[in-house]
């Protein structure tokens, strides 16, 4: 006890004595022992006055205590004190949920490395041994393995089942504990459990994972503009690695892309859908591409716009077959033969100008009607069977065929205004459109 508290508890002892009822001093005593009685009696006051502060600060004490108790086994996650060699010295109420309680009648409570694999137990006593009261030890990713008689299989209680429970994964953060808690080394472990956020991470995995396997071109964008999310596919059409691609806007790294139309800003958040042409040159040997992109503000459930996603589809081969499909229809509408075309029945669909022009016959006059309103009566029902049994077999047929002319107009009159008799040699081939079949593509020449 320091010099200035006796001093003051002497000072308080001899204000106490001053306060009690004065006795007169017997004649006999002499001056020595006055004084002798009266030390006596500060020093009783002063051993008083420290034993009513000894049990204040035992009181106090206790209460801590039990305050440090209650918030110890109310923390939110499951809480320990461990010694050097991992043996638990104190746990909280969600400790013994996790682990169970303590054994009775075994030699050390050796509960939480008893459920850890030997690697993790490893793990954990190395961080034990680092820890400082300065420094956070974490071991992360610790799984807890324990029984659901917890440690005791096959000695559960009546509707207890023996077993191993599902492994908890948790991070362990380790923090020596100081002197004044107790002699030895002694940790403070808490443990936070991983469940939630690895199924999070499990979901954004499965998440990345299906837009990964999607041909077509994914990535979104933030109010800002800067790119939150691509797949591979749009990595791999802007040829650059994800760590260089998020983060970044997106106006930069699709600079190299046009667009169609080509919008002066991104789409406005506040819009709904908006779709453009996006062409990405040629990277090395692979042709140039172009995508129709689909683009939308994306919003949480509040309401609120995070940002702008986007899909793109490859159209590349679509574009071609369109290209394709113009010139055909530039070949067929300028070709000097007469093409006709007709369904599986043999009803007119299309036929060309040639065909309008030699025979007199407009689209509009033939339309939907049959091929035999073309049959001049010249040739008997073996011509056309033969005809048929041809295409069928061989694909095509090729031959000479004389056809009638206008249908309010006899043949003989046609021939006439011909001032010959028509004969025109007709090819026939198949065509592979839906709902046609082998005569579908008559090609008429005279």
Not at 299 to 325: F, M, N
Not at 338 to 343: L, N, P, Q, R, S
Not at 411 to 421: G, I
Request: proline content about 7%; hydrophobic content about 40%.
């Amino acid at each position: 006890m320091s010099s200035e508290r006796i001093q003051r508890l002497r000072e308080q002892a001899s204000q106490a004595l001053r306060e009690l009822p004065t006795h007169a001093p017997a004649p006999a005593e002499s001056t020595d022992m006055q004084g002798l009685l009266e030390d006596l009696r500060v020093y009783q006051v002063e051993l008083e006055l420290q034993n009513d502060n000894l049990l204040r600060a035992q009181q106090t004490a206790a209460l801590a205590s039990e305050r440090y108790q209650q918030l110890f086994d109310l923390l939110p996650m499951p809480a320990l004190v461990l010694n050097a060699s991992g043996q638990v010295r104190e746990d909280n109420l969600l400790a013994r949920e996790w682990l169970g309680p303590p054994k009775a009648g075994q030699l050390g409570d050796f509960r939480l490395t008893g459920c850890m694999s030997k690697t993790d137990r490893t793990r954990l006593l190395r961080a034990l041994a680092r820890g400082s009261s300065h420094e956070v030890q974490r071991v992360e990713q610790v799984r807890i393995t324990a029984s659901r008689n917890h440690g005791e299989p096959g000695t559960g209680t009546s509707g207890d089942m023996s077993g191993p429970l599902a492994p908890r994964v948790a991070d362990a953060y380790c923090i020596k504990l100081p002197p004044s808690f107790h002699a030895d080394p002694h940790f403070a472990v808490l443990l936070m459990d991983q469940a939630i956020e690895m199924a999070r991470q499990a979901d954004r995995q499965l998440f990345q994972t299906l837009i990964d396997s999607s041909d077509d071109l994914i990535y979104a964008t933030d109010q800002r503009g800067h790119i939150m999310l691509a797949n591979q596919a749009m990595l791999n059409a802007m040829s650059q690695p994800a760590d260089r691609v998020l983060g970044q806007l997106a106006k930069q790294l699709l600079s190299t892309a046009t667009t169609e139309p080509n919008p002066a800003e991104p789409l406005e958040l506040g819009k709904g859908l908006q779709q453009t042409l996006m062409r990405f040159p040629a990277h090395g040997a692979a042709a140039p591409r172009t995508y129709a992109s689909h683009q939308f503000a994306m919003r949480a459930p509040d309401g609120k716009t995070l940002g702008v996603g986007s899909i793109a589809r490859d159209v590349s081969a679509e574009q071609a077959a369109h290209q394709l499909q113009q010139l055909s229809e530039t070949v067929f509408m300028n070709a000097m033969e007469a093409i006709i075309v007709t369904d599986a029945q043999t009803r007119i669909q299309r036929a060309n100008p040639a065909f309008e022009k030699m025979s007199g016959l407009g689209l509009k006059d033939v339309l939907g009607l049959p091929t035999r309103i073309l049959n001049s009566g010249r040739h008997d029902r073996g011509f056309y069977q033969a005809m048929w049994a041809a295409i069928t077999k061989h694909g095509h047929w090729e031959g000479e065929v004389i056809p009638c002319g206008p249908p309010l107009r006899p043949c003989m009159t046609l021939r006439a205004n011909c001032r010959a008799t028509w004969q025109y040699k007709q090819t026939s081939r198949p065509c592979n459109m839906p709902n046609r079949r082998c005569s579908d593509w008559p090609l008429l020449t005279p």
